[in-house]
């Protein structure tokens, strides 16, 4: 049973009060510099702290710009906190040392100001050993409401430095502290309180009587329901997979929880493997949950959730839905969905860690344990076919990981119930399995998602022919080949894209409406004043077809801009823009940009986003569009319109189809699994070591000294239904770092267009494009479309990973900064792969690698052929301030003189080549070729005496020509840098 505490007003003073205030203002007090003893306090007034349920009404501590008075009503004391900081403080009346669940303040009588209000817990030597927020909202106060504070489930706290809720030292003070929102206002935060609770955990799991618990069995598995609604030891496949479940937890708009342990319980036998649970906390809710057992599942159902308060629900938890118990040998991985993936190392749950993971930073709804031979994961059941769709979030919990080698997970699914109604939910279920793609298959079929479309089956022909094959470019039309600000010349993209070499390319256009600034104006995409009118955007167009690459716009349908000319015709933001629960529009604000979200279940914004796409089909011939944003899930009670609850989720989820079924959709890639249903690209944040700011908290101990790692369970659930890029907004797969990330999650590969002043500044030219372009067609295009079927760490400090996809491909990938040794399939023994290299095979065969050479650092990207493998292209990679990759630079350099043709009367430019330092080189006996692309601009000439020139092609034509130098000295290649050159009328 959970010990409880409360801290509430009354006149009576007990003597164990005395006794403890008398013990607490000999020492100083450290809730604030300037906190005084009793200082504006009515002596006469007491607090109410109830711990464990028995209740002390003790004298205030310490008080700070704060008045309490006795109000003459048992149980209540008036508080007045004046200014924009204020606090008072209450002494335990003896030392309090359990686990801590929470705190809770229950305020009463005058209704309160909105604010923060904060918890301060000290020791006995007025050590601060946590602060805890939560908010005071006195929208729908009835007269009575109370502030939640729960220590355990906060990542941030101290404690004994594990954030487990197990205090170091007993606890001596408590100190509410609060900041108005409105700080400048001289009016007072006046408030009753009626008392204080404090509960402590109960202790370990390993406590909880099993006596007269119900037992309910589904052939080999088990599980036992006591009497307070707890599961314990369910066992599955011969193991026990959680000892311990806490079944239910309520949570109401102003962050109040009260959590089942509270209720009243009546538990019932339905059937040998089910089992009804009843729930009744008086004055807060009822529940009524269907418990079900099945070969490797445990169902928990909320039936009936009725609200019996006065403010309305808005979720309802499984607060700590699953325990287990973390081995002390091998590995052990927490999985979360945050970005694609997450893995936390068993040294991370074991320090009694915390995170609470929901949309739409993650991508399903599904957070897991994996170990060597088992995994254990929970998810809600919500197929597509169910209406609403209700948001979901989840975490790790390891409260209980200190004593007893326990990690958690909790699981949190939206529930709008308004007070005096009541609602069914989805069901939540735990799954075990004997590694984590048994949880995923388990995920898929529960949900409906194996009847989804695959891939190829939302390809037409032209795109089902060659996106396989195809690096995805983006080419940005305000800043198109470099520079962080407009070029004004949009025509440099047609150059870029007449020159760029190899392919094809899945080509993504931006910034070329309106005014060419990204984030502007939208959703005026079919202007195109930026570029000189449609015609101009058609020629673009008409360029891509022409080259034989694939073409995509980048769109906005979520949030747009007041002055753009389509809500100027919609009659502006108050008519198209979704509200909040409190009646106010939302914004969205990006690069100082200030937007609206849009309503899109209104006929005008939703029509007017279709017609814009069949514009783009029927009129300009684009092959898909990419939809920013479309994933998200939030504000999902829109209070306009008589919009209903779960309005805007379920939008964004119907738009996305009507769109699909006009043109291919891609879109960021983080949000909710329903969307991929009608998705055919994601491009989201599966690579987090693309991001510079996150790179530190990666590939390596933090600064905790655990290892925090990637995990693509993104791509793992879903990779055979949509096409997997890094995000759009990234530099791109520049980095061998992000090239080895990329092929072990099964991305597609990707670049953008404005880094190439820099690549040729750097002497790498258009070298990395046709490397990423090699990899697409000879590794990525293999496992396009194809289910991955297993993900492992090889090595325990998580630096090699092997990947399985169906059809027999398979990546082992190194994510070390030093080359490494990798294993060959079929017992052919290793090879030494570059620094983040990898190795792919299929059937069982190698295929390609990024192998190791002593002639260049960076690398080569080579076939197999003849039992080995064959150096085919080097590979430069991008050197970036704030990433992990080695700096590299080209072999030889090559200059060309001029850098521009013609120029002046010069019509030929002299190819010279030098070691790396600019001396000179010999070149005897060294066979010499050279790569020019760009041919129909230019061509080589070689005069009698060996010289190389670069020549304009007759008939001035106009655009770039990059040319290189392959040394070959004793069968050894070098490599040059690659020289730019433009061609001018």
């Known amino acids: 049973m959970k010990r409880r505490t409360f801290l509430a007003g009354t006149t009576a003073v007990s003597v164990p009060a005395m006794t403890a205030v008398t013990a607490m203002t000999a020492a100083p007090a450290a809730a604030s510099p300037s906190a005084a003893p009793l200082s504006g306090a009515d002596t006469a007034a007491t607090l109410r702290l109830v711990i464990d349920g028995a209740p002390h009404d003790l004298p205030p501590t310490t008080v700070y710009r704060t008045t309490i008075e006795a109000t003459g009503t048992a149980g209540r004391t008036r508080v007045t906190m004046a200014g924009a900081y204020s606090e008072f403080s209450v002494a335990f009346p003896s030392p309090y040392a359990p686990h801590l669940a929470r705190v809770s303040v229950w305020l009463t009588g005058v209704t309160p100001k909105k604010g923060n209000l904060w918890l301060k817990i000290f020791d006995q030597d007025n050590e601060e050993w946590g602060t805890l927020a939560s908010r005071v909202d006195p929208t729908g106060f009835d007269g009575r409401t109370r502030v939640t504070f729960e220590p355990q489930r906060l990542s941030r706290m101290t404690w004994s430095g594990v954030a487990d809720g197990r205090l170091t030292y007993p606890l001596r003070r408590l100190v509410l502290v609060f900041f108005p929102d409105d700080k400048q206002s ?7 309180m009626e008392s204080v609770e404090v509960v402590g955990d109960g202790g370990p799991v390993s406590t909880w009587t099993r006596s007269g618990a119900l037992e309910l069995t589904s052939g080999a598995d088990r599980v036992l329901v006591d009497g307070r609604g707890r599961l314990l030891d369910w066992t599955s496949g011969g193991r026990i997979q959680s000892p311990g479940v806490v079944p239910l937890a309520v949570y109401y708009d102003n962050g109040t929880g009260v959590f089942s342990d509270e209720a009243e319980v009546d538990v019932a036998r339905v059937a040998a493997d089910e089992a009804a649970v ?17 070969a490797g599942r445990l169902e928990l159902r909320p039936t009936a959730i009725r609200n019996l308060w006065s403010r309305p629900i808005l979720s309802v938890a499984c607060p700590e839905v699953a325990y287990r118990v973390i081995p002390a040998d091998g590995t052990m991985l927490g999985i979360a969905p945050k970005w694609g993936g997450l893995a936390h190392t068993r040294s991370v749950l074991a320090g009694g860690f915390y995170a609470n993971y929901g949309m739409p930073t993650a991508t399903h709804d599904l957070i897991l344990f994996e170990e060597d031979d088992s995994a254990l994961g929970v998810y809600s059941v919500q197929p597509a076919s169910v209406r609403p769709y209700r948001p979901t979030q989840f975490g790790f919990v390891g409260g209980r990981a200190r004593n007893e080698a326990l990690t958690g997970l909790m699981h949190r699914v939206d529930a709008r119930i308004v007070p005096g109604g009541s609602e069914r939910l989805p069901a939540t279920r735990l799954v075990a399995g004997a590694s984590a793609f048994d949880l995923f298959a388990a995920y898929r079929a529960d949900n409906g998602m194996n009847t989804w479309r695959g891939l190829t089956d939302k390809l037409g022909p032209r795109l089902r022919a060659g996106l396989a094959d195809s690096v995805h470019l983006k ?99 108050e008519r198209i823009g979704i509200r909040d629960r409190h009646g106010k529009l939302v914004t969205k604000t990006h690069t100082n940009n200030l937007g609206y979200l849009v309503g899109g279940w209104r006929k005008a914004p939703r ?4 017609d814009q796409l069949r514009t783009f089909r029927d009129t300009y011939g684009m092959d898909m569009m990419f939809q920013d944003e479309i994933a998200r899930r939030e504000y999902d009670y829109a209070a306009d319109f008589c919009a209903p609850p779960y309005a805007y989720c379920e939008e964004l989820v119907e738009q996305t189809a009507q769109s699909a079924a006009i043109l291919p959709i891609g879109t960021e890639g983080v949000g909710g699994d329903r969307i991929f249903q009608s998705l055919t690209s994601s491009l989201g944040f599966y690579l987090n070591t693309m991001q510079g700011d996150r790179a530190s908290t990666y590939d390596g101990p933090n600064r905790n000294g655990v290892v925090v790692q990637q995990w693509p369970l993104g791509t793992a659930v879903m990779h055979d239904k949509v096409a997997f890029y890094p995000h759009n907004l990234d530099r791109g797969v520049d980095t061998t770092e992000n090239l080895s990330w990329a092929l072990a999650f099964g991305l597609n590969l990707h670049y953008q267009a404005q880094h190439m002043k820099a690549d040729f500044g750097a002497g790498r030219g258009f070298e990395l494009l046709k490397g990423l372009s090699l990899v697409q067609k000879r590794v990525a295009g293999r496992y396009f479309g194809r289910a991955m079927t297993a993900f492992r760490y090889l090595t325990e400090d998580l630096k090699v990973s092997r990947t399985a996809f169906d059809g027999g491909v398979e990546i082992v990938a190194s994510h070390d900064l030093q080359s490494r040794a990798l294993p060959l399939p079929g017992g052919r023994g290793t090879v030494t792969v570059a620094p983040h290299g990898f190795v792919a095979s299929e059937h069982g065969v190698p295929t390609y690698a990024l192998i190791d050479d002593a002639h260049h650092r960076p690398g080569y990207l080579a076939r197999w052929a003849d039992g080995r493998f064959v150096p085919e292209l080097a590979w430069y990679p991008a050197d970036l301030a704030g990433y992990r990759s080695d700096s590299v630079h080209a072999d030889l350099r090559l200059t060309a003189t001029p850098a521009e043709l013609p120029a002046g009367t010069t019509t030929r430019a002299a190819l010279v080549l030098a070691a790396w330092d600019g001396t000179p080189l010999d070149l005897d006996g060294a066979d010499i070729a050279w790569e020019l692309d760009g041919r129909p601009v230019a061509h080589l000439v070689t005069d009698a005496d060996g ?39």
Do not use: C, K, M
């Open 186 to 192: 001289a009016d007072p935060f006046v408030f009753d």
């Open 278 to 294: 009843g729930l009744t906390v008086p004055g807060f809710f009822t529940a009524e949950l269907t418990v079900r057992l099945r």
């Open 475 to 573: 080419v940005d039309l305000w800043q198109p080949t470099g520079g962080t600000s407009a070029t004004g010349r949009p025509e440099a993209a047609f150059e870029y894209l007449r020159a760029v070499p190899g392919g094809p390319y899945s080509v993504e256009l931006a910034s070329y409406y309106s005014d060419g600034q990204h984030d502007h104006h939208y959703p005026d995409f079919l202007t195109f004043d930026y570029l000189g009118g449609p015609a101009e955007f058609q020629r673009l167009i008409d360029t891509i077809h022409d080259r034989g690459h694939y073409a995509s716009a980048y769109t906005n349908p979520t949030w747009w801009h007041p002055d753009s000319r389509a809500v100027a015709a919609l009659g502006g933001v």
């Open 947 to 985: 010289s190389v020139w670069l020549a304009p092609e007759h008939g001035g034509a106009t655009g770039w020509a990059t040319v290189r130098a392959v040394v070959t000295r004793d069968g050894v290649p070098a490599y040059s840098g690659v020289a730019l050159v433009e061609i001018t009328a």
């Open 607 to 610: 029509a007017l986003i279709l």
